[in-house]
DNA sequence: CGTAAGCGTTCGTCAAGCCGAACACGAGGA
DNA sequence: TCCTCGTGTTCGGCTTGACGAACGCTTACG
């Protein structure tokens, strides 16, 4: 549980949240059905707003309820598909491989992504902490941190921070991925 | 993400979360500070409290806030490949599909498992707050908690608490999936 | 029995959140 | 320059949540 008035944090939130949809103050209120005034004043930090007029716009961003009421949160690393370490299962056919402990106090997101040949995808930075894990699940990916890009075929896995401009671009038709997007 | 209504959601977790502590209703309200109409009209389901009246009964319960708005995550979901609620992007040839929305506090570890047809692995149950999220990338699986095993083909998605007893078994040659295992 | 204490609910009052309109500011366009 | 559109911010009103007191109910005790 943190101490911090949870109204400050509120506030952060739905204004991180809502620049990274691209929506103004005004769309927002719009769309989640509540008056401007009402949500300027909560992401001015003043004010108490209720679980009814949070819930519209958690909806609206497209966020978890509880993102709003929690607090916010290196180089790139491949591991090629014959390269995972494997850990055999004794009594059965059966092998893991794990790729990505969790450090405490991370969330991360579960997420398949697919793409076909084109322009890349950019993504402008996110905030600090954040991390990207992609494990692609078929075709080519070429992507990782600008000027850093790294290709990967399936069964290959990667890792590069979030918090720096980067992209993905698809090789091969029906190119996918599974993406775990990580952040504090 | 969830589209109930959140009241009700909240007066379950309040009121549950009450009885956990061994708390009358009037002695909550006077430990959290309100008046003790204020918190019974709140678990009632009536009413839309304000954020700083939740941030009050939360502290003194000593959960954190998310855990009074988030609802309980129960028995297996399974989104199948052609199901994905997909997002699409408006600049690439690019798709992307949100699974699991990581709640606040959980850890969640990365891996890849693959198994043969043969006998399956069980595993015993694990410390409750568990869970484990599976994406199927080849061959077939039968897995879930035990008596509700669930059959997954390549980009099926399922979630299901790890604890309770659960089974994976691989029904093709070269079963593979994305497994990520989740816990508080 | 009577009464006292605790439980949760309901009622009237007051403050505060929500709303809509009006406002100030800056970026184009004619 | 003037106008328009979009941004986000303040201003009255009306609605509603929070409060405290009173209520009905059950249990404990003299």
Redesign the interface.
Known sequence: ?DRT???AT?AAAVRRERDRMGLSLGELARRAGIAKSTLSQLEAGSG?????T??AIA?VL??????L??PPSEGVRVVRAQE?VVIP?E???????????????????????????????TADPHIPGTGE?L?V?AGRWLCGPAGEEVELGP?D?AYFPGDRAHS?R?LEPGT?A???MEYR
Do not use: K
């Open positions: 549980m008035t949870p109204l509120i108490n707003p209720s679980v009814e949070l819930w909806v497209d966020v978890p309820f509880s993102r009421v929690d995972h299962s009594r059965s056919p059966f092998t893991g491989t794990l790729l990505a402990a969790s450090p405490p106090g991370v969330r991360r997101d579960l997420h398949v992504i697919t793409a076909e040949p084109g322009p890349a995808r894990h494990l699940t069964g896995y993905y698809a996918t599974v993406l775990l």
